[in-house]
Every structure is written in C-alpha cells, then in structure tokens.
C-alpha cells in the first residue's frame, strides 16, 4: 500500500473550507472567509517554514559577530596626515585618494565603476517611479514626484542592485520556495509582483482604477522587459530586487519630504525644498502618499521575510527622528563633556535614520537572492557600516562645503540644535560648548560660536577617522561574499564614501 501523504496546513484548511460549503449559508459566509483568510496566512508560513537555512559556518559567523561590536566612539583619534576637507572630485580619483587608507593590497584591485554593472537597471529608476507613483490626482502626481526630476545619487537602490549581483553566485539557502522565490527563476511568473494580493481591495470605482494603474506600472517601462532577470558577466538581478530597490527610494524620498517639513529647510537636492513650493500640508501627504505605494509594492512581492525586515525600516524611521528631536539622552543637565554614552545614543540615533534602510535593503536583497543565513548577515553588517559612516561623513560635510556643492544649507545642524560627531569632538576639546548643547544653540550667538570652536578642534578629522572604521568593517564583511566584480564594485561605493563631497 502506497504511504499516505500528509497534508500541509493549506491542505488541512482546503478540506475544512470545503467542510464549511456543505452546510447552511448562515454558517458557510463567515467561517468560509476565515478559512481562506487562514489558508493564505498557512500559505506564506508555510512557505517561510519549510526554508531550512545551511548551517553558518563557524569562523564566517564567528567574524560577523567581531564586525557587530561597538566602536568606542569616544576615544577615536585623528592622525595627523588626515584632512578635514577632502579636496577630491572625481570617481576615479576618489577611489584612488580613498583606497590609500585601507591600504597598499586594495590598489592591485580592478576597478569596477558600478554604474558599469548595473546602469542600464538605474537608468529605468526615475521613469518606473513616476509609473508606481500615479495617481488620479495632478497636483498628487506633481508633488510626490518632485524630487526625482532632481539628479539623486541612487545610492541606495544601486547598493541594493549591486548586492542583488553580488549574492546571486553566493551559495542558496535549501528547500526555501515562495511565489517569487525559487532555485528555477525561468519557473517564477514576475508578474505577479504588479498584481493586487487580493480583490478585496477594490472598494470603489478610484481605488479600482488606482490598482489597475500599479498592475500596468511596468508593462511598458524598462525596456519592454519588466519582469525579465538582468544578467551581466554571470551575475543576475531579478525583478524582485528592481522593485526592492524602488521601494527602497521611495521609503527614502517620503522620509526626505517629513524631514524638510519637519526641519523648516529651504533646499534640497540643488531645489527649493518642497514645502516652500507646495505648503506643509501638501509635502505631508506626498510623503505619506509615497509610503502607501511603497508599502503595497512591499506586499506585492510576497515575502513574509522581506515585507517583515522592510516595515521594521518605517519604525526605526520614526523612532530615530524622536532621539534627534531630543538630541542628547543627558539634554537637561550638560556634562563636562560627552562620554561614551553620547557618543552611542548620538550613533544609534544615526543608525536609525540613516543606516537601518541601508542595512535591511542590503539584507533583504540578499534574501530575495535565497542566501543562506551568513551571506543575509554579512550583507546586513555591510549596509550597517556603511549607512553610519556615509551619515557620519555627512554630518563632517555640514561643516566642510558650501552649500552649492552640497545640494542644500551647510551649518543646517547647528541651526535645528543638533550635537553631531564633529561637535562632541569638539566639545570635549572646549568644555564651553557643553551649555551651547544644552539649550540646542538657541542662545544669541551660540550657532557662530559652535561653528567656529569645531573648526578650532579636531572634530572634523576625528569624525573623518570614526567613519573610517565604519568603512573598513564594511570591506571586512564583504570579504564574505564571494569574489566578483559587484563584489568590487561595492568595495568602491564604500571606499568614495571619505571622500564624497555631496
């Protein structure tokens, strides 16, 4: 006698919906529902469950947890032969300046210019948005859409692309399968990533055309290709990372908009900041606007794990612009000088609003590439690292460049009362910043004396040397993934990072 099969959960609630059929009508309507609404949450659990991930290895994880430590921030030291300012310009010239602190091993290396590897996919960025950002609304359309007329870095859909290449010849986590998510990619349908979860949803007559606007969204966008892998020397982006990527801009784009109108800014991106264009209100709801399609785009791609790391983003999100707005844990009673405490509350802030969307878009671009657990961790201690010190760099360059060069106000932390790296460096050169801090440089005076006493310090060398480390961890952890031009390329994204100067 042949062995019977056990059923899975869907199985189960299958014969149970079909039990529930049977009987009356008062009793079929509710409990039918529950047992689809179940059979589809079965569906994805199971999916997730049955991906039994390869073992870590011993000495790969042993480093990932070494690359997690904190660094004692508080103590870090500049060398004398590090500038302030980086006088670099150029790409190449930035990777060759920058490659001359991780040293001699990493300038035998071939240089990989990213945009090289995955520009064709960048170059389809700004025109897929618009499409995922339509709406039935023209001034909607106007306002959600107007950063991206502007010329953005895309560095987080390109380090999300770049990831996407690099961990596709990794080795692949066994026996996990989802609806977009399979060993076969000839076998997936990417369509379904355009497609509405449920019907459901189709409330009314608006929402009904607004969910067939993001079916079609890109059906007549990348180059006729929208649910075709790219591949380039062996290394593959699927269309699942393209989207991951999309979304990744959005959720960056829709913090910009409630950060501008949160901090009164005037530029942004070489524009007017687009309260002063179209008003509070407006920039509020295109930014809450931007995180719905986000969101849905996010469910679309049917990924219990990703949808789950990608939401945890808008939290830490929020949470980072409350430990900004109160700047300092200790702010009622000023210290001597910042201690390692501050220097971790002002770091954790930092990792919240900047770092966590770049380490969980690396994470999860790594996931949708089926790794298994150390190439998902070494993808996330990479973006990590690399979120903190591309904001530490950030926060030296407020000090460092005009406003021109940097796209928008430089001296713009001091003004919102901010403590950032180069003035707790400093302040713990000059004690008399410490009441400045206190009362957020509010006093009379208080901006242009802080500006002048961080100048008069090593804060800008010594925050340059902090980021410095964040960078080298990064190149540590990549060194996990194995060896390939997105390998390099993304070696070289980190390496610019000291010496970007917008």
Not at 388 to 401: E, G, H, M, S, Y
Request: one cysteine or more.
């Amino acid at each position: 006698m042949a062995e019977k099969i056990r059923k899975g959960p869907l199985a189960q609630l299958g014969a149970m919906a079909r039990e529930f059929v049977r009987r009356g009508p008062a009793e079929t309507r509710p409990l039918g529902k529950f047992a689809v609404g179940s059979a589809k949450v079965a569906h994805l659990l199971e999916s997730a469950a049955t991906g039994v991930r390869a073992p870590l290895p011993g000495p790969q994880f042993h480093a990932i947890a070494q690359l997690k430590r904190p660094i004692s921030a508080s103590t870090v030291q500049a060398p004398e032969d590090l500038p302030a300012k980086a006088a670099t310009r150029s790409w190449s010239s930035a990777v060759d300046s920058a490659s001359e602190v991780v040293g001699s091993d990493q300038q035998s290396k071939r240089l990989v210019d990213p945009k090289e590897l995955v520009g064709s996919e960048l170059s389809f960025i700004t025109d897929n948005l618009a499409r995922l950002l339509e709406s039935g609304h023209p001034m909607l359309n106007t306002v959600s859409q107007y950063y991206f007329s502007a010329s953005g870095k895309h560095i987080r859909p390109l380090l999300v692309m770049l990831m996407a290449q690099a961990t596709s010849i990794a080795t692949k986590r066994q026996g996990r399968t989802s609806m977009l998510v399979d060993s076969d990619v000839d076998q997936i349908d990417y369509s379904l990533m355009d497609r509405s979860v449920s019907q459901n949803i189709h409330s009314d007559s608006e929402s009904q055309r607004i969910n067939q606007l993001i079916e079609n969204a890109t059906k007549n966008g990348h180059g006729g290709r929208p649910y075709a892998p790219h591949v380039k020397e062996g290394l593959t982006i699927l269309p699942t990372h393209r989207r991951l990527a999309e979304i990744t801009e959005m959720i960056h784009t829709s913090s910009l908009l409630h950060d501008d109108v949160i901090d009164h800014a005037e530029t942004r991106r070489g524009l007017p900041a687009i309260q002063k264009t179209f008003g509070n209100r407006m920039a509020i709801f295109a930014g809450d606007f931007m995180l719905a399609r986000a969101s849905m785009a996010l469910a679309r791609l049917r990924d219990p794990e990703v949808i789950e790391i990608m939401a945890s983003v808008l939290s830490d999100l929020v949470d980072g612009e409350f430990k900004q707005l109160k700047n300092l844990e200790d702010e009622g009673a000023p210290m001597a000088q910042p201690d390692e405490s501050a220097f971790g509350y002002y770091l954790e802030k930092t990792y919240l609003k900047t770092g966590s969307l770049i380490a969980k878009s690396c994470r999860s671009s790594a996931i949708l590439s089926n790794s298994t657990d150390d190439i998902v961790e070494a993808a996330y201690v990479y973006g990590r690292n690399l979120g903190i010190a591309f904001q530490l760099i950030d926060d030296l360059l407020d000090f460092t460049v005009s406003s021109a060069e940097f796209g928008k106000p430089v001296g713009a932390d001091l003004k919102l009362g901010l403590a950032t790296a180069p003035v707790l460096y400093a302040w713990q050169e000059h004690s008399q910043l410490g009441p400045l801090v206190a009362r957020k440089f509010a006093g009379g005076g208080d901006v242009a004396t802080a500006w002048d006493l961080v100048h008069a310090s090593q804060g800008l060398q010594r925050t340059k040397q902090l980021a410095r480390q964040y960078m080298e961890r990064a190149i540590e952890a990549l060194a996990i993934l194995p060896a390939s031009s997105a390998r390099d390329a993304l070696e070289q994204v980190t390496l610019s990072v000291l010496t970007r100067t917008k």
